[in-house]
């Protein structure tokens, strides 16, 4: 029997891939944001909420991760923005290789947010980079305040929690504050914005912010000044 | 149940170290994984178990060591696990803490079987 000393990450050769995406979309000048939540939290709706605001000043692309079925990149479409589907079958999460794989069909260039919409799930992907240069998470509150603590990875590892539903309060008997502290005490870097895309209710606050990190670029914006 | 997919990196990691010194099996992998990933260790034994059929590893033992989630407060340098349910927010002072182990999930070593050992076995 011989040892060998290995001393190397399992998640390697998903971030190699991840670091070319990365790569890429740099030398794109794009800003891609992972999107991740639990299914039915409302990313697909926040998204679209998200784009009607922001769309007239940025060049905008998503690609849509699900289990089954194209519904979510029609809703994109129906917007007048371009997107990708990928079906992962039975496979709970995005990894780099199928983002690399979407670009390879789906070229970013010229794109300035490229909105990547994972497999609704609280914790797989959460593992996995996909090259994003932002994480986004979208929390519903009627999902429970407990749930940070429950599953802490996926609001540790975001830059951005979206508090998702909050016109539902009155119904759902959640405390607003209770949910908040458990999100800063699992993730205190975490920029934390109460949101309903239905009402749109706090939508300004979280665009504005977006708008603060990722500027269009600079070419384009003096040649819409022209027009 | 991403752990398949986990299982199946591990693997890789394994045969990849195989072909390289010439071994025709794996006899042990360990693994050191920590408590604040996004694994369940229970999920990964079933996986593994699964993923390793018809692989050099088919009769490998996973040996997975769990790191507990240590933190180091830089404000006040206080290294007190955060109490039960992960809080990363200093116990002492308040500050966000920074997390010093708990995310590994690396595969430390492997025990390859030698050619001529296999061959003593088997007869």
Not at chain 1, 170 to 198: M, Q, T
Not at chain 2, 70 to 86: E, H, L, M, S, V
Request: aromatic content about 6%; some cysteine.
């Amino acid at each position: 029997m011989e040892r060998v000393s290995v001393v190397t990450d399992v998640r390697k050769a998903n971030q190699d891939i991840a670091q070319e995406n990365r790569n890429l979309f740099e030398a794109c000048g794009t800003c891609a944001i992972n999107l991740m939540s639990a299914p039915g939290a409302g990313k697909t709706s926040v998204l679209e909420a998200t784009i009607r605001q922001i769309a007239p000043s940025y060049e905008v692309a998503v690609i849509e991760g699900d289990l089954q079925t194209s519904i979510d990149s029609e809703r994109i479409r129906a917007l007048g923005v371009s997107a990708y589907q990928i079906t992962t079958g039975s496979v709970c999460h995005l990894d780099a290789r199928m983002v690399a794989k979407a670009v390879a069909e789906f070229p970013v260039d010229g794109i300035d947010l490229l909105f990547i919409e994972n497999v609704g799930n609280l914790v797989c992907p959460a593992e996995f980079d996909l090259g994003e240069a932002l994480r986004v998470m979208v929390f519903s509150v009627p999902e429970g305040a407990e749930k940070p603590k429950k599953y802490p990875l996926m609001f540790h590892t975001a830059d951005v929690v979206l508090l998702n539903k909050i016109d539902l309060i009155p119904y759902a008997g959640v405390s607003l504050d209770e949910l908040w502290r458990n999100v800063v005490e699992v993730n205190p870097r975490a920029a934390v914005f109460p949101i309903s895309c239905k009402t749109g209710q706090g939508m300004d606050a979280w665009v504005g912010w977006l708008r603060e990190k990722v500027k269009p670029r600079l070419c384009r914006m003096l040649r819409r000044d022209e027009l | 149940m991403h752990e398949l997919s986990v299982a199946e990196s591990i693997l890789n990691i394994a045969v990849t170290q195989a072909q390289n010194h010439d071994a025709p099996a794996i006899e042990r992998i360990k693994l050191r994984l920590g408590e604040f990933t996004g694994v369940v260790r229970e999920a990964l034994e079933f996986a593994f178990e699964v993923a390793r059929q018809g692989t050099p590893a088919e009769l490998a033992v996973l040996e997975i060591e769990i790191i507990p989630l240590r933190t180091k407060c830089p404000n006040c340098g206080c290294t007190d696990k955060p109490a039960g349910d992960f809080c990363l927010l200093c116990e002492r002072c308040g500050q966000p803490v920074e997390i010093l182990s708990g995310r590994e999930m690396e595969v430390e070593f492997v025990d390859l079987a030698e050619a001529l050992e296999l061959t003593k076995r088997s007869t």
